[in-house]
């Protein structure tokens, strides 16, 4: 059975991971934007390296820069991961509110 002390501690460490979850969403938007940048960068260097035509151009920049992609949709993906982890604690808490309340009401009825 879940007691209210057991409840107020479940409360305390959420608020402390969702603390947290604030802490690694800011650093993983970080290394985010870095990875778009570096994306960018590398494609743009091979796009204004390469001879031909606009399109072979922009082809070749492509395939150059496919690390770079890949690295740059992984750190998106550690990002979106974050965001629902983060919603998941807010979540949590706010169930945790709701039982609560009820302890409380159940406590006084």
Not at 8 to 20: M, P, R, S
Not at 50 to 66: C, E, L, P, W
Not at 90 to 100: D, K, P, Y
């Amino acid at each position: 059975m879940l007691t209210q002390s057991k409840l107020v501690e479940d409360i305390a460490e959420l608020v402390q991971e969702n603390l947290k979850g604030v802490n690694a969403i800011a650093e993983a938007e970080r290394r985010l934007s870095q990875a778009e940048h570096d994306l960018d960068l590398v494609e743009q260097k091979a796009f204004l390296g390469a001879q031909g035509t606009v399109s072979d151009r922009q082809a070749y920049a492509k395939v150059k820069s496919a690390e770079a992609r890949l690295e740059r949709d992984l750190r998106r993906a550690e990002y979106n991961r974050m965001k629902l982890k983060l919603k998941a604690l807010e979540n949590a808490l706010m169930a945790s509110g709701v039982q609560a309340k009820l302890m409380n009401l159940d406590y006084h009825a």
